[in-house]
């Protein structure tokens, strides 16, 4: 299990990757993210819920009532044009992180 | 999902209601019951599901300071006032009054019965017997009612206030200045109720009897006496400081 220390600078980029496949709502993105990553990754869903809250601020996601779950509206969360620049930006960056980590990690 | 409700309802205690928190409720809600049907669906039974729920909801202030939101704090509360030495001398004030109060009126319920032998002893002055026993027991009830009324309406106008550090000494120098007459009550209301024997034995009629009950109602009045102005006192001596009065 990875530590959420670990992992906070990207929690923000692992959602908007997943929401770039489609929309979803939150325990869906919390489900494909445990399950993408073999059960090594869970979010909290406290974590998850003020992520997305800060994306939507953002402008990155566009949240809207979809289907009724348990008999109330699900909050769907869609990935904007916005997002998908901050997403791509976010790739670049891992790319320059993971050289810089590795350079120095697997010496 | 009501056992799920209930603790987000828990989490979300302190915080002020707003569209914005009444929003993240539901969305964490609907979260939390996926989840829940998610775990039964795998097999869990309905407790592990709730737990394992429960273990993975993390915590709210990271919903909160995402949504802006700063949830009421002790410090943010107005801090209650303090309370004075006039306040607690009109609290002892009271407190004498009630312990007053409370001796004559369990003294008069003895002492009733005292009366009813008194008159008893004499066939013509039957009725006077449960009148007097009557009136005085009245008596000796709405002395204890009257008592405990208006120590109550003391104390409960001082309930906001909080207890301080000064005034925590101050009940502590009157309790042990009382320490003494509270000795001197207390052997004095024992003594009485000893010595209520002595007429018992020598006077062989029933006013003996009524000289024993006689001496151990004013006993049992100088002992309740001490005893509750005593526990006015340490009531306010053994308050911790910043404690509401209560």
């Known amino acids: 299990m990875i530590s959420s220390d670990s992992m906070r600078g990207y929690n923000d980029a692992i959602i908007l990757a997943v929401l770039a496949r489609g929309d979803s709502y939150g325990f869906e993105i919390s489900k494909a993210i445990t399950a993408g990553t073999n059960d090594a990754y869970t979010l909290r869903e406290t974590t998850l819920y003020s992520t997305l809250t800060r994306l939507v601020k953002s402008g990155a996601l566009s949240a809207y009532a979809g289907e009724l779950s348990y008999g109330r509206p699900r909050t769907y969360y869609h990935l904007t044009a916005i997002g998908r620049t901050i997403l791509a930006a976010k790739k670049q960056e891992w790319h320059q992180v993971q050289g810089v980590v590795t350079h120095f990690l697997e010496e | ?246």
């Open chain 2, 1 to 246: 999902m009501e056992s799920l409700q209930v603790y987000l309802d828990g989490l979300f205690k302190d915080v002020p209601p707003s569209a914005a928190v009444r929003q993240a409720k539901a969305d964490l809600l609907a979260a939390m019951e996926d989840h829940y049907h998610d775990a039964l669906a795998r097999g869990l039974s309905a407790s592990e599901a709730l737990g394992e729920v429960i273990s993975s909801v993390g915590s709210i202030d990271e919903v909160l300071a995402a949504l802006d939101v700063h949830p009421a704090t002790s410090e943010d509360a107005e801090a209650p006032e303090a309370l004075t030495a006039e306040d607690a001398q009109g609290y002892w004030q009271a407190t004498l009054r009630y312990a007053a109060g409370l001796g004559l009126g369990v003294a008069l319920c003895i002492a009733s019965v005292a009366l009813a032998v008194f008159f008893d002893r004499n066939p013509d002055t039957d009725a006077l017997s449960a009148i007097s026993f009557l009136l005085a027991v009245s008596g000796g009830v709405a002395s204890i009612i009257f008592a405990t009324t208006h120590r109550r309406r003391v104390a409960r106008g001082l309930r906001h206030f909080a207890v301080t550090p000064s005034i925590n000494r101050l009940a502590a120098r009157r309790l042990e200045a009382y320490q003494r007459p509270r000795m001197i009550g207390l052997v004095a209301g024992i003594t009485c109720c000893i010595c209520s024997i002595i007429p018992a034995i020598i006077i062989a009629d029933n006013l003996g009897a009524v000289l024993l009950l006689l001496m151990v109602a004013i006993g049992v009045f100088y002992m309740i006496y001490v005893q509750a102005i005593n526990n006015g006192y340490k009531r306010l001596a053994e308050a911790r400081p910043g404690q509401l009065f209560h």
